[in-house]
């Protein structure tokens, strides 16, 4: 069964750096696509940067230049990178991939999976 583990959050000042991390554990499998989202109270889950098994990354206009996203293909791991973090990049941070199940050694059909969530608090 394949699960999202993440770690790395908590709380930071503003302008501290801080790196979020996602692994991929629980089965072999072939990752398309991963990425990373955000939540606030009261309001609908945001994409903060997404990345392609091939490495083509996009960012949410709003971390454009402070955030980055990396993925280590060898530990199925992906990194977001918060530099330069705001009081408003405070919310849940969720990790999300677009990943296949290898079965048997035959890739099962792709499906979307969801870490539980680690809360990132940027302090002014």
């Known amino acids: 069964q394949v699960q999202l583990v993440e770690s790395g959050g908590g709380l930071v000042q503003a302008g501290e750096s801080l790196r979020l991390a996602c692994a991929v554990s629980?089965?072999?499998?072939?990752?398309?696509?991963m990425g990373w989202y955000r939540q606030t109270p009261g309001k609908q889950r945001e994409v903060v940067a997404t990345i392609t098994s091939g490495g083509t990354t996009n960012y949410a206009d709003s971390v454009k230049g402070r955030f980055s996203i990396s993925m280590d293909n060898a530990k199925n791991t992906v990194y977001l990178h918060m530099n330069s973090p705001k009081p408003e990049d405070t919310a849940v941070y969720y990790c999300?991939?677009?990943?296949?199940?290898?079965?048997?050694?035959?890739?099962?059909?792709?499906?979307?999976?969801w870490g539980q969530g680690t809360q990132v608090t940027v302090s002014s």
């Open positions: 999300h991939g677009y990943i296949s199940p290898v079965v048997g050694g035959i890739a099962t059909s792709p499906s979307d999976y």
């Open positions: 629980g089965s072999t499998v072939s990752i398309y696509d």
